[in-house]
């Protein structure tokens, strides 16, 4: 494809079927306008989800979409980015597939800087299994599984990614659809692991009234931030009276591509001592 693409080009056939008022509407309107930003074209873009209501969002985009297991986008999608290191790939998923059941995953793809984009649309809740509490449902929080209010401490997605010594680590509303755009385009053109969490209110199981608490917890960072600094982006973190929106921290570091293409064409390769090149000891394995 050569022309000039516009966001409806992004679209799928399939309408989705998420409840009126899902934050996840808005993350997908963002999604194809920051498509349309990059003019990525569809041939080499993979989109690939878990399981949940945000999972289904790769069903509505027009691209090589994948929606597989729960807990397990980031093994996929890091497959995906070896497989075809060109592509811009883009995880996308809940707090519940990204947190519960797919927690061990983040660290490792985050440490490995492996140059995928990872989209959280959190909204504290296990949506689709139709209420159970989630790593983020506030604490005293009742849910379907908390009775009497959640027992547990609640999880801080940004503060752990950026401990996980992920690249580019950026919050943003799905109340402000301008804001989630920019966001994802800076998210997909960091050259590593980039991970946005966007707060994505389930408005059946936590209430219609989530845009309005998010949007008045919420302060956007200005241009004197600096990204690079790791503490500041800690303390932002660790302040959970508001929620400060914008890219929180981001450092550029070769990727596990650029570091595996370094090893196999310079290091791989030499001969060292009379020590074997790796072709000729892969040789060995040749049946
Ligand atoms: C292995 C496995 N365990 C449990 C489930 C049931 N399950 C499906 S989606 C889900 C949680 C979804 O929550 P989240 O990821 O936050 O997505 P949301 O629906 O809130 O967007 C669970 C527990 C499953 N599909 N597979
Ligand atoms: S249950 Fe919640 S997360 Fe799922 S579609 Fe409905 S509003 Fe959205
Ligand atoms: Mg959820």
Redesign the pocket.
């Known amino acids: 494809m050569s022309e000039v693409l516009r966001s409806t080009d992004y679209k799928s056939n399939l309408k989705p079927i998420w409840c009126a008022g899902c934050g996840?509407f808005g993350v997908l309107a963002s999604i194809y306008k920051a498509f349309e930003e990059l003019q990525l074209q569809p041939e080499n873009t993979a989109v690939c989800s878990?399981?949940?209501?945000?999972?289904r969002l790769p069903g509505y985009i027009n691209a090589y979409t994948f929606n597989g297991?729960?807990?397990r986008v980031l093994p996929f999608a890091t497959g995906v980015k070896m497989a075809s290191p060109k592509s811009t790939v883009i995880a996308v998923?809940?707090?519940?597939?990204?947190f519960?059941?797919g927690a061990g995953h983040i660290g490792h793809a985050a440490r490995k800087n492996i140059d995928i984009t990872y989209i959280v649309?959190?909204?504290s809740?296990?949506?689709?299994?139709k209420g159970?509490a989630?790593p983020t449902t506030p604490l005293g929080v009742k849910t379907k599984t908390t009775y009497y209010g959640n027992m547990g401490m609640t999880f801080n997605p940004v503060r752990m990614l950026i401990a996980y010594k992920a690249s580019f680590v950026a919050r943003t509303f799905a109340g402000n659809p301008k804001h989630v755009q920019e966001m994802i385009v800076k998210a997909i053109q960091h050259p590593g692991f980039s991970f946005v969490e966007i707060l994505?209110p389930?408005v059946t199981?936590r209430g219609k009234d989530q845009f309005k608490i998010i949007r008045d917890k919420s302060t956007y960072l200005n241009e004197t931030h600096d990204v690079e600094d790791e503490l500041k982006a800690f303390d932002i973190a660790n302040n959970e009276e508001y929620y400060a929106l914008g890219v929180i921290y981001k450092k550029v570091r070769p990727t596990y591509a650029e570091i595996v293409r370094e090893h196999v064409t310079k290091k791989a390769k030499a001969t060292v001592n009379g020590t074997p090149k790796i072709d000729e000891l892969l040789e060995q394995f040749q049946p």
């Open positions: 996840d878990g399981i949940g209501c945000s999972s297991i729960h807990g998923g809940g707090d519940g597939d990204g519960s059941i649309m959190d909204n809740i296990y949506g689709l299994t159970q989630s994505s389930c199981f």
